[in-house]
C-alpha cells in the first residue's frame, strides 16, 4: 500500500515562486510514472505535469514554461517548482502515482493519491 503526502502549498502574490513537494512510502517512484493535478472549486481536476519512469515530462499548455517537474530517486520525492504564478492557478494540488512507467493525462490512470495541499495566488 503506498501513501504520498504533499508539502509546500500557500498563499503567494501573482508573478511569486512555490515549489510543491510529494514525498512517497510503499512504491519506488523511479518505477513509475508520477503526476501532479489540481482542483480549482466548483472545476473538474485537470491534469498539470507528469514524469515517467525515465524522467520523461509532459505539462499541460496552461503551465508550460512556468512549472517543472522532477524526481529526487533518493528521496523518493517528486517536486512541482511553479513559477510565475497567477490567480488562476489557485487550486487545490494533488501528486498522484500509476501502476505503470509512462504518463497519461487522466485521473483514472492513476491509483494512489495524495491528499492535497492547497495553493492560493493573489493578484
Known amino acids: 500500500q503506498a501513501q504520498l503526502v504533499e508539502s509546500g502549498g500557500g498563499l503567494v502574490q501573482a508573478g511569486g515562486s512555490l515549489r510543491l513537494s510529494c514525498a512517497a512510502s510503499g512504491r519506488t517512484l523511479s518505477s513509475y510514472a508520477m503526476g501532479w493535478f489540481r482542483q480549482a472549486p466548483e472545476k473538474e481536476r485537470e491534469f498539470v505535469a507528469g514524469i515517467s519512469w525515465a524522467g520523461y515530462t509532459y505539462y499541460a499548455d496552461s503551465v508550460k514554461g512556468r512549472f517543472t517537474i522532477s524526481r529526487d530517486n533518493a528521496k523518493n520525492t517528486v517536486y512541482l517548482q511553479m513559477n510565475s504564478l497567477k490567480p488562476e492557478d489557485t487550486a487545490v494540488y494533488y501528486c498522484?502515482?500509476?501502476?505503470?512507467?509512462?504518463?497519461?493525462?487522466?485521473?483514472?490512470?492513476?491509483?494512489?493519491w495524495g491528499q492535497g495541499t492547497q495553493v492560493t495566488v493573489s493578484s
Open positions: 498522484a502515482s500509476r501502476p505503470v512507467g509512462e504518463i497519461v493525462a487522466v485521473t483514472n490512470g492513476y491509483d494512489y
